[in-house]
Structure formats: C-alpha cells, structure tokens
C-alpha cells in the first residue's frame, strides 16, 4: 500500500458514525482545528451530532443498513464535503475491512488501522488463529472458517457445554449466546447469526468454551506508522449483562502490579504480531488463576475515557496524529498511571422490564456539572428524540479521583444528580449497582448482574412525608411560574385565597395505589402542611430544576418535574413518580391487559417461532423483533392455543401493534 495514501495530514475530517462517539470525535477534532463533517440518517436530522459539525450530509433512510452501513453512500458524502479522511468511531463499519479498503481506494485517510490488520485481528476467529501461533494463551474452542451447523454442532461438542456461541464480527454482545446444552445449539446458532448479521453485516460464528465466574480483563494498546507501540495499562469491566459491558474501570482493581505487567506485555506481543496500527484493545478473560485471550477490537472502545483519565492522554488526538502519519508522543516508560476512573453506561431501557429499550422524546435532561473529577459523554439533549433503530445508549458518566472508593462515590453522586425524563433510563439501576457491598469490594465477576438482578431492580420505596410535602410545593411552584406571565393573576403571590378559603386539599398515588391526601393551610400567619395528624409549617424557595422545601425549620433540596398530572420527585430518599389526582374529577385511565401480545416498542420482526393452531405452554416462544439493534422475543402470557399471528417476517411494527392472537386455556 502507498503510505503517504494510509497516512497524510488532512484538514478535513468526517465521522461516519452517530451518537455519542461521533458528537466526542467532533469535539476533539475541532479543537486540533480540523473541520468536521458529520452524516446522519433521516431519523437522526436533528440528532446533537449534526448540529456540532461544520457541514453535515444525510445518508438515507433509518434503517443502518440504508444509511450508516451503506459504504457508498458514505465515501460519497466525503467526496462532497471535500472529507480527506474517516472517523469510523465504534460499531457500525469501525470494524469493517472493506470499509477501511474501499476509503482507501478513494484516496481518504482511515483512522484506524489497514484492512489487512483488521482481518488478521479484527475478525475474532482470524485473530485467534494468530494468537495461536504465536503462543499467546487461548479460551478453548473453534474459530474456523467452516460455518455449516454440523461444523459447528462437533466443535461444541468437542469443547464440552457449556458454550459461548459468539459472532465473529463486531461486539457490544451482539450475536452472542451463552448454550448449556446441546439442545439449545441449533436455535442459539441461528439467533446470533441474525444478530449478529443485522449489526454487522457479517453472521459468521466461533465456538468457546464459557467461562464459569470469569472476570474481563482488557488492555488499551496504540501504535504508529513508524513502528511503536504502546500499551496503556489495563481496564476491568467485569460487570456485564448480555454480554454488554454495563460498568467499566480502570485500573484493574483485580491486578498486582507484577500481573498488570504481564498481562500488558502479552497485549502489546498480540498487537505487534501484525505490526499493528492505530488503537485498539486486547481482551482477556481469567478464571481466577489464568489469562486467556479472546479477541482483539481494533478500534477505540466505548469506555476509552477511563483510560484517559488515569493517564492523561486524548485516545482520539492521538488517533488522529498516528492518521496525519505522526510518531507517538510519548514512551512506554513515559505513560504514568494516575489514581482510578469509573465508567458507567447510560441507556435508555428498562431494568425493571428486561431492560426494554426505551423510545420517545426527551422533556428533561439534567445531568451533573463536569467538576470534581466528573466527565459526560453525551450524545442527546433536552428535546431529542431516542428512536428504536440503533443502540439505545444515551451517555457515559466517568469519574475520577485518587482512589477507587473514592471514584465510585463521585460516580454514584453525579448518577443521584441526574434527571432524565420523558424516556425511561437505568440510571437508578446503575446507581443501585455503585451502591451495592460486593461492587464496592470487588466480589463480582460477569454473573453479578444477573444473580443480583432482583435486588438490583426491587421497587422504590414508598413517598413519606417528605415526599408528600414535596409534591404539594412542586405543584405551587409550578402554578407559580406559569402564573408569573398572567398579568394580575392572584397566583403571582402565595398566600393568596379567594373569599372565606384558607385550605387546598391535595390527593396523590403512586400507580393504582391507594390516594394519599395532604391538605395546605395558608392565609394570615405561616403556611402549613397537614398529613394524618402531623402538621409542618413549610416555605419554598425555587431554584432551577426544583426548588429547597423547608419543612419544620429543615431543609432540603427537591428536583422535579411535572407533566400534566404526573409528578417526578428526586429527594434525599430516592426517586419518585406520584400522580396527582384531579381535584375536579375526570380521571380516565385506558387499562392494558399484561396478556395483550402486542409490540412493546417500534420494531422488525425478524423471526415467527410458533404456528396458528399451536397449543403453547405459558412462556413458549412465539416471534422475534429486532428492537435498537437486540432482538426480544414475545412469548405466551399463560398456556392456550395460538389463534392468529398478524404479522409476517419482516413487517416493520409501530409500539402497542397486536401481533398475536392467543386463546387461553382452562379458566
């Protein structure tokens, strides 16, 4: 290949990619001065990644195979903005040897490494084979080039069960299946196969041997075109579901120091076995005893920041000097490690349902200041829209500090700040996950999450007093402001009351629970607050947000946000949604059955798993949606016959959509 074609000084700079990741390129690039381009599908017209950049060029429709993964329509924006080079960011096409060749061949500058690197180690099966020879320690399993289900049905035999069905392509856990037993093979195969071939374009598979209580060990690796390579010492992200990394850090609080050597030694003898290019990350897995290796991305990772942060270093600036064909800045013996960074992932889903993924506009974004050792990447704003056709995460939140206690605490703190409404988020998922004794002591390993899903997801706890209080002087507050535009309205002062009445009467539930009423005495004299028996004298002081509720000469702070006649509370007890009932009536609440099989959000479907007429056990599968990328299978709410399915593979379904019919048995 011509290196001054691979590596070049360019002034332009496009990110084929969205979200997050496309908005922190944008960021860096701009302040090395680089002129940004940004491309975007027709959902994403008014995502936060085209407003950032200098020009931005609409690929297509929303589908990813018709806009981010369509490699054409890509190299054509390029050609159209004057783009020198590509940014391909991670997922999507980061990953894609044809991609990173065909930028090439148009004269664009990859940032990334070759082609030939990319299929030498981006490929988890190819990058196996080269570890294989060169001595570097491997999971058992297959990574051959045979994909036939009898190739595939011996390997796993030959492994032993249980297994990790694992698409060669890609990451995130996409197109991966843990298979106890033979049983499950066939149909596990040919799910990850459709996954994987929906995220990546690519259903090849590998068979491993599924490690029992391991730990993920990763090490962050850069190389030049001049020959150097580095390594920047390691990250742990053991805490997992689905095989998607939910909490990241670094460093490792598993290693020694003796070990932390080790392990980066053998990442830099992984990466220098293709005279790699660019950054990527080895990956490991140990069983408590030893390290195996199990593949190596060869693009920047989602938790890169942690990274950053104990040792200082921009990954993407240097990324972008490695493409502009410059030697590494730094040394391995220059690299220091300083103090411990978390990361934590937040998605728009649901814990409490299987985490759902969550779709709909964004009213409220309120997160932390970046002070005190506190970082956001985000890709969304107030007012966005969170569609259902790519992955649902919506920032990260990384926090430093010297010591790891000390950086849980301040993660865990900006994660009590948040406030996301609109959409449903994990954010007191994650908060419930920092909090929890084994995390703070490191007693986890990638089964955590789900052996603790039920404490980790219990309900919130029932509103108090203070709660009850809050909500009443949320409504005042929010009758306050709009009031303020309304010459002359009584409202404007509190206190305020028409002839002969001194009290308001307030009733709240939370769901379909039992009202619980709170009345205000106000007039002459201090307002108070009646619960039950127990009368406060209360004041309110705004601020925004919320606004400080001072109740018996305490105060407290209170975030809310009101929508109608819902109520969302963040206290010093947690986080609450209460609905205030209408004091004049007219309360209609359209009730939806659980047994209703109907899509729980936009989706395709992509596979129909039983027949009409089929007489289906309660949890029996009946079809598949691919929803923001992970397919969720819609199953039998109670055992009966299957009457009717409304839909075909393929159809594209809008939330609440009946799909299926089933009549139930028995009662």
Sequence with gaps: MDRSKLYRRFRTLLIANRGEIACRVIRTARAMGLRTVAVYSEADRDAMHVALADEAVLLGPARARDSYLNVERLIEAARKTGAEAVHPGYGFLSENAEFAQACYESGLVFVGPTADMMNAMGSKSGSKALMEKAGVPLVPGYHGNAQDDATLAKAAEKVGFPILVKASAGG?????RIVRSADELGPAIVSAKREAKAAFGDDRMLIEKYVDNPRHIEVQIIGDSQGNLLSLFERECTLQRRHQKVIEEAPSPTLNPAQRETVCAAARKAAGAVNYVGAGTIEFVSDGKDVFFI??????????????????????EWQL????????????????LNGHAVEARVYAENPTKNFMPSVGRISTWRLPAETGGLRIDAGYREGDTVSPYY?????????????????????????????VRGIVTNIPFLSALMTHPKVRTNAIDTGFIERELAVLTSASPAPGELELCAAVAAVINDERQRAQAAANSPWQTF?????????????????????????????????????????L???????????????????????????????????????????????????????????????????????????????????????????????????????????????????????????????????
């Excluded at 995130?172 to 991966?176: D, E, I, K, P």
């Excluded at 649902?392 to 948040?418: F, H």
């Design 172 to 176: 995130g856990g996409r197109g991966m």
């Design 295 to 316: 593949e190596m991305n060869t693009r920047l990772q989602v938790e890169h920041p942690v990274t950053e942060l104990i040792t200082g270093i921009d990954l993407v």
């Design 321 to 336: 000097r490695v493409a502009f064909g410059e030697a590494l800045p730094l040394k391995q013996g220059e690299i220091k």
């Design 391 to 419: 992955d649902a995460m919506l920032a990260k939140m990384i926090a430093w500090a010297p010591t790891r206690d000390v950086a849980i605490e301040r993660l865990n703190r900006g994660l009590e700040e948040s406030d």
């Design 495 to 535: 206190g305020w009351q028409p002839v002969g009445r001194r009290q308001r009467s307030f009733a709240f539930r939370v769901g379909h629970g039992a009202e619980q009423k709170v009345t205000l005495n106000y007039g002459s004299g201090p307002s108070t607050l009646v619960i039950g028996e127990r009368e």
């Design 537 to 667: 004298a209360f004041a309110i002081t705004p601020r925004e947000g919320g606004f400080d509720l001072t109740l018996d000469g305490v105060k407290s702070s209170v975030a809310a946000v009101i929508d109608g006649h819902e109520l969302y509370l963040r206290t010093r007890n947690g986080r609450f949604d209460l609905h205030w009932v209408d004091p004049f009536g007219g309360e209609s609440e359209e009730q939806t059955g659980a047994d209703k099989i109907a899509a729980p959000l936009p989706g395709t479907v992509v596979a129909v798993l039983a027949e009409e007429g089929a007489t289906l056990e309660k949890g029996a599968p009946i079809l598949t949606l691919e929803v923001m990328k992970m397919e969720q299978t819609l199953r039998a709410p109670y055992a009966g016959v299957l009457k009717s399915i409304k839909c075909k593979v393929g159809d594209i379904v809008q939330e609440g959509v009946e799909l299926a019919v089933i009549e139930p048995s028995g009662e």
